[in-house]
């Protein structure tokens, strides 16, 4: 069974096509730098940082002084990670899975 996102369109289908076809890191920096802010990139990468913690089942204070996110955002991913769509967990399995976490 194929997952139906509450935000799917064209243009977002079409923004993934092109994340799908980043090949290697260089290519990630170089396009995100492009399509993003850095407020936005490290936006980003604070979140899955947070992620990364949570799973790691570090406390909220913990990962509030390791990255300097707000209890806010912290408490926001980890509804993601228990209620969301999955998608960080398929993420963090794959890597798991790699060795790369």
Known sequence: ???ESKFKKP??????????ALEDQEDCYRFFEDICTINEIH????RWEVAKLLEQKKTYSEIEELTKASTAT???I???LI?????????????????KL
Not at 11 to 19: K, L, N
Not at 43 to 46: G, L
Not at 83 to 99: F, H, I, S
């Open 1 to 3: 069974m194929a997952y």
């Open 11 to 20: 243009a977002i289908d079409s923004f993934f096509e092109a994340v799908l």
């Open 43 to 46: 936006a980003i990468s604070q």
């Open 74 to 76: 912290i408490s926001r």
């Open 78 to 80: 980890n509804k993601c």
């Open 83 to 99: 209620y969301g769509a999955d998608g960080y967990k398929r993420v963090l399995e794959r890597l798991k899975e790699q060795g």
